[in-house]
T-cell receptor, first 113, second 116 residues
Framework: DVKVTQSSRYLVKRTGEKVFLECVQD?????MFWYRQDPGLGLRLIYF???????EKGDIPEGYSVSREKKERFSLILESASTNQTSMYLC????????????FGSGTQLSVL | AQSVSQHNHHVILSEAASLELGCNYS??????LFWYVQYPGQHLQLLLK??????LVKGIKGFEAEFIKSKFSFNLRKPSVQWSDTAEYFC??????????????FGIGTKLQVIP
């Protein structure tokens, strides 16, 4: 089965720090996504990517950027972390076609103090 | 812009009760529709999906969903729930954004608690 690996399960950072969240998938998928999951707000799309060096803004891109230098790796960057970015961050990789579905990583719980 | 609404945020049922979770989406074009489930401590996983054809789709663990185009709805159902169905359920829509790229949008989720 597809494996989506997020580099950290728990992360604690200070306000103003630059934060990198890494995600790697092992199935050569073109499409990758970053969501944040908050109680009562569900999953909200931050950014997605359709190919190497290609990125599209999702619904809440403010305060975030992304990098896709290699097909298997999609990184989420918090340029200057703020307390309202404390959240569970989920990376997903998309299998396209008739068997379409998203494969999710286990998530990174980020706390910004 | 596409959006997904889930009407029930927290549902509590006794075992063997019937389940229906509402989902409505907002988008004028062709969509693919999904229900994902997140069991406690586990990853999100696909429950079922609709692309085209028969509007009644069946998924894993006895779940089914009906696509009603005129109502922009994709409600999830199960005739008889079990304690092991306790989880959070997310409706999702895959549709093209203004740039022509398909993006996947989720609802806020419904927490289902099944009491033995």
């Amino acid at each position: 089965d597809v494996k989506v690996t997020q580099s950290s399960r728990y992360l604690v950072k200070r306000t103003g720090e630059k934060v990198f969240l890494e995600c790697v998938q092992d199935m050569d998928h073109e499409n990758m996504f970053w969501y944040r999951q908050d109680p009562g707000l569900g999953l909200r799309l931050i950014y997605f990517s359709y190919d190497v060096k290609m990125k599209e803004k999702g619904d809440i891109p403010e305060g975030y950027s992304v990098s896709r230098e290699k097909k298997e790796r999609f990184s989420l960057i918090l340029e200057s972390a703020s307390t309202n970015q404390t959240s569970m961050y989920l990376c997903a990789s998309r299998l396209q076609g008739p068997r379409e579905k998203l494969f999710f990583g286990s998530g990174t719980q980020l706390s910004v103090l | 812009a596409q959006s997904v609404s889930q009407h029930n945020h927290h549902v509590i049922l006794s075992e063997a009760a019937s389940l229906e979770l509402g989902c409505n989406y907002s988008y004028g074009g062709t969509v693919n529709l999904f229900w994902y489930v997140q069991y406690p401590g586990q990853h999100l996983q696909l429950l079922l999906k609709y692309f085209s054809g028969d509007p009644l789709v069946k998924g894993i663990k006895g779940f089914e969903a009906e696509f009603i185009k005129s109502k922009f709805s994709f409600n999830l159902r199960k005739p008889s729930v079990q304690w092991s169905d306790t989880a959070e359920y997310f409706c999702a829509v895959n549709a093209q954004n203004s740039g022509g790229y398909q993006k996947v949008t989720f609802g806020i989720g419904t927490k289902l608690q099944v009491i033995p």
